[in-house]
């Protein structure tokens, strides 16, 4: 089911870098019943919110619904859908698989990320010496079940990785480490609505525009009169 930009949408999306899956809720206003009733019963169906200024929206969540019902708004009848970036896989799926002789650690993350029906993100820019020296060795072959999920996470934390769900694909980062990739200048303007605030430790919080960009361990030149730095988004 497509809704356009005709309708009336709410959303408030929450990401982090972490292992449980990112999540969405989303309120459309003015669906007739019948289009609610066709989301309401597509449960585990995807789902893609595409946002931004101007006329070329870019996505900005990608998941499977978790729960949509419809809820009453004031005097208006929303469609409310609960969503998770990968969540079905992630708590759901399960692997039984044999790795044969002369297989490598890439090959095990490899086949629980395809177990749980997610992409491979940026499991092939790691190097392989960044993959070897964990807990596990699968040279003589090895077997792989559980959730897959479960296994998963004691591969990548063997190897002092961290992992996460991101728009529908895995992102592994070495423990506080950001991506490889450029950091994002993040100024007055540049798209920084407010001053950046301490938290704890060298954390700082701040609200920005909605950029499509911005997202769990991705580097931003922070650029302020209070804050001047290269911080990871988590």
Not at 19 to 35: M, S
Not at 52 to 75: C, D, H, L, M, W
Not at 131 to 140: C, I, V
């Amino acid at each position: 089911v497509k809704i356009g930009k005709e309708f009336s949408v709410e959303f408030d999306i929450e990401k982090t870098a972490g292992r449980a899956p990112n999540k969405a809720k989303v309120l459309v206003y003015g669906l007739n019943e019948t289009t609610r009733g066709q989301v309401e019963n597509s449960r585990r169906s995807s789902v893609v919110v595409r946002a931004g200024y101007g006329e070329q929206p870019s996505s900005i969540f990608v998941g499977n619904i978790r729960k949509a019902s419809t809820v009453r708004s004031g005097s208006e009848l929303a469609l409310t859908i609960e969503a998770d970036d990968g969540g079905s896989g992630f708590i759901e799926a399960r692997i039984n698989q044999g790795l044969p002789p002369g297989s490598s650690v890439r090959d095990a993350i490899s086949a629980c990320v395809d177990a749980m029906g997610i992409g491979r993100g940026n499991l092939s820019q790691i190097a392989d010496d960044d993959l070897e020296g964990g807990e596990f060795n699968y040279r003589q072959g090895g077997v792989l079940s559980g959730q897959a999920s479960t296994v998963l996470n004691g591969i990548v934390r063997s190897l002092d990785f961290r992992w996460s769900i991101q728009d529908g694909s895995l992102q592994m980062l070495r423990r506080g480490r950001p991506l490889q990739t450029t950091a994002i200048h993040l100024g007055p303007k540049t798209g920084m609505i407010s001053d950046p605030e301490p938290t704890t430790g060298e954390r700082i919080k701040l609200t920005s525009l909605m950029i499509p960009d911005v997202y769990p361990g991705r580097q931003v030149f922070v650029d302020s009169k209070r804050t001047s730095g290269v911080y990871r988004i988590t």
